[in-house]
């Protein structure tokens, strides 16, 4: 596989990273079973130790409406998707232009806002490994079982875009700062909201170096001046440990931090609570 170079500092929305050379996947004959898969950088935390990683060459790229499905390649941007939904009156997208991404991340985290969800209209995804229906895959709130790097999806089509529903979407947006940032930290625990409880133990706008629970909303960790992967780590441990002494909620990461020391079974950051790491 060829190797492109990029600056994680630069390239990934929290702007956190060193330069690093990423194998780009072209086809499927390649040994990518060893490599981490990664998008845009949008929800991504690079450490200073990194797995291997991939990114999707620019054939994966692409929008068609084929046999009254769309089929949108996994190197697609949302906002490329959005506009083309907006272009050609195509309901049920009207979100993506508010989430940002590629499409094979999107598919993989089942992304979305609220009960507006990726996965609502997919009927099935191409990957590595073969094809799979909709209802071959175990997915769930920001969740799914996908284990190979997703080449394509298809959705149904449905026409009505609807322009009431960007104003609703864009307002769903309002709090969240504009800060570099990489989304929402925490995933919400059920029934409660992981920037509620960050605020009630006291890390609403707490910094530690140039990093911060952003004063806008507790639960995006924004970088407000070169802030480092370790200033990261020490706020979300710290983060997961006060509010687990509160509330004993333990709360889980939603960001994907790429770090051979917090990957795994056994990563600080996914131990159930009597492993905390204080």
């Known amino acids: 596989m060829r190797k492109k170079n990029i600056d994680f500092s630069k390239y990934s929305s929290i702007k956190v990273g ?26 991504i935390l690079i450490g200073t130790q990194p797995p291997p990683l991939l990114k999707l060459g620019k054939k994966y790229d ?21 506009s083309f939904c907006k272009k050609n009156n195509i309901a049920d997208f009207e979100f993506l232009s508010h989430l940002p991404g590629t499409l094979g991340g999107l598919v993989f985290m089942n992304a979305g806002l609220k009960e507006y969800e990726i996965f609502n209209n997919l009927i099935s995804i191409c990957t ?7 209802k071959d895959i175990k997915y769930g709130y ?19 875009f609807d322009k009431e529903k960007l104003t609703m979407f864009k307002a769903m947006r309002k709090n969240q700062p504009s800060t570099p940032s990489a989304g929402s930290c925490f995933k919400n625990p059920v029934g409660d909201y992981a920037g509620r409880l960050i605020e009630a133990v006291g890390l609403k706008g707490f910094r530690v170096g140039g990093m911060e629970f952003s004063k806008q909303h507790a639960n995006f960790l924004v970088n407000i001046g070169n802030g480092t992967f370790d200033d990261a780590i020490f706020l979300i441990k710290e ?35 009597k492993n905390k790491i204080n």
Do not use: H
């Open 18 to 43: 060193e330069n690093l050379a990423v194998s780009v996947l072209e086809d499927c004959n390649a040994n990518y079973k060893d490599y981490y898969i990664i998008g845009s950088c949008n929800n």
């Open 62 to 82: 692409y929008i068609r409406i084929e046999n009254d499905s769309l089929k949108i390649g996994a190197a697609t941007p949302s906002g490329k998707i959005a």
């Open 128 to 134: 590595c490994d073969g094809n799979l229906e909709k």
């Open 142 to 160: 920001r969740f799914t079982d996908i284990k190979s790097p997703v080449l394509e999806a298809s959705f149904e089509l449905a026409y009505g």
């Open 239 to 273: 983060a997961q440990n006060r509010v687990y002494d509160e509330f004993k909620i333990w709360l889980e990461c939603e960001i994907a931090v790429l770090d051979k020391r917090y990957m795994g079974k056994n990563s600080p950051l996914l131990n159930p609570y």
